[in-house]
């Protein structure tokens, strides 16, 4: 059976509009995936206490809402960094800052994140550095853009 020049139009139109449909998925689905597919955000800072950089010690963001991923990390010498992809999507979220009396002076970020204590008495209970406000009954809020930039410091006072 021979196809009429119109019949063999129509098939190379149809099939040239589900190449260009497809085309515009591909293009769709790219677009959609380009940077963090999640929005996340790198972010950094310094930590002062009293005026000086913390030694030591963890900080940790918590979605104010409840919802979304939390994120932490270690700093030394006051200073924080978290890359894109271990970072925060765009959102407000609740600062939580621990630093112990006998780990800040003694033990360097890895062996805070890994709970050994070197140098210390088994019986003595560290002491935590950081006023309650910054930890424990956190009222620290910081809010993460899309745009940036996310740099976030805080300066602790003891009293």
């Known amino acids: 059976m021979r196809e009429t020049k119109n019949e063999s139009h129509e098939m190379r139109a149809s099939s040239n509009g589900y190449k260009w449909l497809l085309v515009l998925v591909i293009l769709a689905l790219i677009g959609c995936n380009s940077g963090d597919a999640e929005g996340k ?31 932490s990390a270690m700093f030394s010498d006051g200073n924080y960094s978290l890359e894109a992809k271990k970072g925060l999507a765009p959102g407000r ?30 019986s003595e209970t560290p002491q935590q550095t950081i006023p309650a406000e910054y930890n424990t009954k956190s009222t620290q809020v910081i809010e993460v853009t899309a745009h940036g930039p996310n740099e976030f410091d805080f300066d602790i006072k003891s009293k």
């Not at 790198?42 to 000086?52: A, N, P």
């Not at 913390?54 to 809402?65: D, N, R």
């Not at 979220?93 to 050994?116: D, R």
């Open 41 to 71: 955000q790198g972010l950094s800072g310094m930590i002062l206490f009293d005026g000086q950089p913390l030694k030591a010690g963890t900080i940790s963001f918590a979605p104010e809402q409840g919802s979304g991923d939390p994120a």
């Open 93 to 122: 979220y609740v600062v939580k800052i621990f630093a112990n009396a006998t780990q800040s002076s003694e033990l360097s970020p890895e062996e805070l994140m890994t709970g050994s204590q070197r140098n210390t008495n088994e």
